[in-house]
């Protein structure tokens, strides 16, 4: 899904250009790879504060008071967003 929406997006010359877009490109593949991904977690695993997100879940979980599911959620979220905004910012870079 991550490459569809990237060659969509590489095909307009303006998207490439305009931040706004840029930021919006970010915000779709974030929620694609932590969204989407974190609900698998979920599903196939259940709820777990191990792993590389697993310092940003409990944070959510233990300080927020959110719901399992939520912290989990918000945590691959931030951790997506995170990892997806360096790897664009690097590949659009000269």
Known sequence: MIAVITAF????????????????????????????GAIQTWVFSGFSMEGSNGFVIRFFYENCHWTPFWA???????????DKTITTVGAKSP
């Open 72 to 82: 989990q959620f918000a945590a691959a979220l931030v951790c997506d967003l995170a």
């Open 9 to 36: 997006w590489v095909k307009k010359e303006k998207r490439r250009r305009h931040l706004g877009w840029l930021a919006l490109f970010i915000l779709v593949i974030s929620f694609i790879g932590g969204g989407i």
